[in-house]
């Protein structure tokens, strides 16, 4: 692993006890709630934010170790930081800015100028060298503080909401300048965003924070398709259900049932997940296959590009996904009582 860290710390009402392995060259995107830590863990990172507790090795080297009385100062760790709102300064020109981290480790006047340069080059802004940071865009100031991050080299790049500032048009075009030039990065990133597309489409491993402690980590395809919590499930759009599995069946808190096709390969704690798409609304209660059937009322209906997502509420409480001529047929608008019905076969059952 490129970055091994437990950071334990209290900051305010948040306890952060927090473990990550980030492997080298991986961009790792930490995701979560608000007030969970994100910032925090990395500020921590950087040495910003002394660790309580803890150890930080990034590349076999100790930046920080609490039972061994070592810590490394910020301005020597090989770390880079984007912070969110970029901090340029403003006294400064856009060539100085990313020259600055240079010229802080001790790299000549002219060679620092020479290297921000290039970095400068390779962002498309040599023509904003000479100007000050307010006569930048939005996109150009990102920019502008991805250059003096990266100017220096560092090992362990760390990206603090990069893109948050952006409206939605400029998001799109930064996240595709963004995910080009850490491609090219030969380091490892850790990154905060609030946005599940840009966390599914920059992120090689996705870390989720929530309450100040990691609850899930992996490859973003297999957090996707295997939330370990209501939160990670509701940024990937599916049912998430917590129950018992026995005898085929899964017992879920209040009394309720589920019954899933492959629950049988199972006994004790499950997850259980459904996806939208799979539960099927009636105004009157089903007949047939489905093994599944609640009572609920609608809830709330929500627009999901062509597709509605129906909030349905009750013993069960599931979210729907139909098209807009099942929401006229059915007049879910009115909202009133609705049964929800989901086949055995559309469960997905995996241990916690």
């Avoid at 009636?282 to 809830?299: A, K, Y």
Wanted: with cysteine; glycine share 10%; net charge neutral.
């Amino acid at each position: 692993m490129s970055l091994e860290a437990r950071v334990q710390l209290q900051k305010g009402t948040l306890a952060l006890d927090a473990e990550l392995a980030v492997s080298h060259g991986q961009v790792a995107v930490l995701l979560g709630p608000n007030a969970t830590g994100k910032t925090t863990l990395l500020r921590a990172l950087a040495g910003l934010v002394p660790l309580a507790n803890g150890r930080v090795v990034l590349e076999d080297a100790v930046l920080e170790d609490t039972e061994a009385s070592v810590r490394v100062p910020t301005e020597h760790r090989p770390v880079g930081v984007v912070f969110q709102d970029y901090l340029l300064f403003p006294h400064l020109t856009v060539l100085e800015n990313v020259a600055f981290g240079l010229r802080a480790r001790g790299m000549a006047r002219g060679k620092a100028r020479g290297c921000a340069a290039e970095w400068l080059a390779r962002m498309g802004l040599s023509a904003q060298g000479g100007a000050r940071p307010k006569a930048l865009s939005g996109g150009q100031a990102q920019r502008v503080a991805l250059a003096r991050a990266l100017a220096t080299d560092p090992r362990l790049l760390l990206l603090d909401e990069p893109l948050a500032a952006m409206d939605a048009g400029a998001r799109v075009e930064l996240r595709r300048d963004l995910r080009r030039h850490l491609a090219s990065y030969e380091g490892t990133c850790l990154m905060v965003t609030h946005d599940p597309i840009e966390a599914l489409t920059l992120a090689d491993q996705l870390i989720v924070l929530e309450d100040g402690r990691v609850t899930q980590s992996g490859a973003p395809a297999h957090v996707s398709a295997h939330p370990r919590s209501r939160y990670v499930a509701e940024l990937v759009g599916l049912n998430l259900f917590q129950g018992r599995a026995e005898g085929g069946a899964i017992e879920l808190p209040g009394g309720q049932h589920l019954v899933a096709a492959d629950a049988g390969q199972f006994s004790g704690d499950v997850f259980a997940v459904v996806r939208p798409q799979a539960v099927a609304l009636h105004r009157v209660r089903p007949e047939g296959s489905p093994r599944n059937v609640w009572r609920g009322s609608v809830e709330n209906l929500d627009v999901a590009g062509e597709r509605i997502r129906v909030q349905v509420a009750g013993a069960v409480r599931l979210i729907a996904e139909v098209t807009p001529a099942a929401v006229a047929e059915l007049h879910l608008d009115d909202g009133g009582p609705i049964w929800a019905s989901v086949k055995a076969t559309e469960v997905t059952v995996y241990p916690t």
